[in-house]
């Protein structure tokens, strides 16, 4: 396909299976060898079709579910493992002993374990206000209002004179 040739149909309807599977234009545009600035003029021709647009969010929707549950069960092996009690010192050097190690370095991985535990509840914290935003549940983030109450107002200090002393 030469430059400033329209590209052929059957590599349009490839780069957008492939956009919808991969979800982003330059990783299409890779498999199906096609230049990314072509690639972003498809994408955005593909957005403004209304199938492909509700045909993507199907799909999302499907996907996200899964990636959702894999996380749920990966965070219960996760809290499992943060529940657990740590090594003792004497569990530690039996390590370095059978493996006939002369030195020997552990470091707990809980603190990351807890970490990621957070991090996912954030991340589905934040995905529920997003959708609770969507569906108007909520209203979205719009300009903050902060009352301050400010009592009653104090005196002014006494002004202090200055001047020369004779």
């Known amino acids: 396909m030469a430059h400033g040739e329209p590209t052929p149909a059957y590599k349009v309807a490839e780069f957008r299976a492939k956009y919808i599977e991969l979800g982003t234009v330059s990783a299409a545009a890779r498999a199906v060898g096609l230049p990314e600035s072509t690639a972003w003029d498809l994408a955005q021709r593909a957005e403004s079709d ?26 219960t092996d996760v809290h499992k493992r943060i529940r657990e009690d740590d090594r003792t010192p004497e569990e530690l050097a039996a390590i370095a002993v059978d493996h006939g190690l002369k030195s020997f370095s552990y470091q707990n991985p809980k603190p990351q374990y807890l970490k990621a535990a957070i991090d996912f509840y954030k991340a589905i914290v934040a995905k529920s206000r997003l959708d609770a935003e969507k569906a108007g549940d909520i209203p979205g983030d719009g300009p903050a209002v902060v009352i301050v109450e400010l009592g009653e107002p104090k005196a002014e200090p006494e002004p202090v004179a200055s001047g020369s002393s004779d």
């Not at 509700?54 to 965070?75: F, G, K, P, Q, S």
């Open 50 to 75: 209304p199938e492909f647009g509700e045909a993507r969010r199907r799909i999302y929707a499907r996907v996200i579910n899964v990636v959702e549950d894999n996380l749920l069960d990966t965070m």
